[in-house]
């Protein structure tokens, strides 16, 4: 597939200093697929951040429950995105990665070390090999720094600048690298268009020549003609030096063009993760399956055609998730197909993050295929037999009051038992039919 493929996005670069648009996505097996080791391994990451009152005391009075049991690798050579809606927790998810916040519970293993337990000291040399790029290319440069500065800070702060002009070699070569003329590098980064800038934090990304590369919202700040060069970019840099991405982005169509792996979270879990082939192919999360069926599609006739699945409602506070499934209040399988009994599963269980197929985990007690989403009039739904073990009767009251993952010493909960007459109103909430 090439960038012009991408939904939305024409095949430009950004301006004179962008790269050719027509990169082909010609990418060997990677990750685990590929026998390599991971360069990073995440388990089960759990992130609070507390909540305290105000005045002089500053009692802790709750938690955001940010991340939740979060597990993953990223290999070599290989991009794993993250997308989500707004608050689900993908920022805190790679900030936790890059040791940049403390981690309530859980491991981050790189080469053999939790990162989660170094200290800064001890997090120094390997910041090398880890770097951050963020969303808005306006707000991360300094101002006052020019372009040859910003990129040589890393080398300066590291010891690695050089002398006898390697230094300033090195910051050429980096700005060549990533598309810009090393003749600009006298210039404020104010005096850059965004694209331009965004290749700027790149190449300063790169300084340090890192194995791992967060890249928080790389292109959302950017005009879409302008994403497709940034992008394009960060492939051929991929390809030549083997980086490992964890691509965070809340744009499932930019997701489908540049993600060997994709994770989707909502309200700080994982609800779905595998291959993106796999995924896009299969969605099996309701969650997933209405993002999307938000993708906008290039044929306008499917597009005409196509069923949205609109989700209703806000996501609740991650002060106090729902109890059970967290996207139960708005999932339309559990508005409007699910029976009772089965309701009372996600109402009251967390549903686990399982292996639906291989390499193909989803977080939900009803996972259902469907493989019309993308493709309209296709093969319609499908129920894998492995999808249709789904719990039968009601949970018992051992399993319906055991405590959430990311909480494991909360007081035990009353199983929360549905009555015939219990409907979903149209904010996801259990209503007495009939009751006040
Ligand atoms: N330092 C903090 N203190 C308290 N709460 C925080 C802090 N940082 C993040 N949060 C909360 O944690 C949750 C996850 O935030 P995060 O920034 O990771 O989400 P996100 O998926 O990156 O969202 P966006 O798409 O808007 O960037 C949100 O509810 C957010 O308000
Ligand atoms: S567990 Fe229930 S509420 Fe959660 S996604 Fe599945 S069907 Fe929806
Ligand atoms: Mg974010």
Known sequence: MTTADMQGMPPAGDGPSGTAADVTLTKE??????????VVSVRNLVKHFPIRSRGITRRKIGD?????DVSFD????ETLCVVGESGCGKTTTGRLVLHLVEATAGEVIYQGRDLTKLSGGQMRPLRRDMQIVFQDPFASLDPRMTVNEIVAEPLRIHGLYGRGGAGRDAVRALLKQVGLNPEHGNRYSHEFSGGQRQRIGIARALALKPKLLVLDEPVS??????????INLLEDLQAELGLAYMFISHDLSVIRHIADRVVVMYLGKIVESAEAEELFGRPSHPYTQALMSAIPLPDPVKERERQRILLTGDVPSPVNPPSGCRFRTRCPM???ELNNDQREWCVN???????????HTAACHFAEVRTNILEVGATGQTVAPSLARWPVGVPSDEEASRPMVCMPNAPR??????????????????????GS
Do not use: M, W
């Open 29 to 38: 097996r990677r990750g685990a697929a590929g026998g390599e080791a991971p």
């Open 64 to 68: 955001v429950h940010a991340v939740c």
């Open 74 to 77: 990223i290999y070599p050579n």
């Open 221 to 230: 700040a950017l005009d879409v003609s302008i994403q497709a060069g940034v």
């Open 334 to 336: 559990f508005a409007n």
């Open 349 to 359: 269980v967390e549903p686990a993050l399982e292996e639906k197929f291989a390499g």
């Open 413 to 434: 909960r009353e199983p929360q038992r549905l009555s015939r007459n219990t409907e979903v109103n149209e904010e996801g909430e259990l209503v007495i039919e009939g």
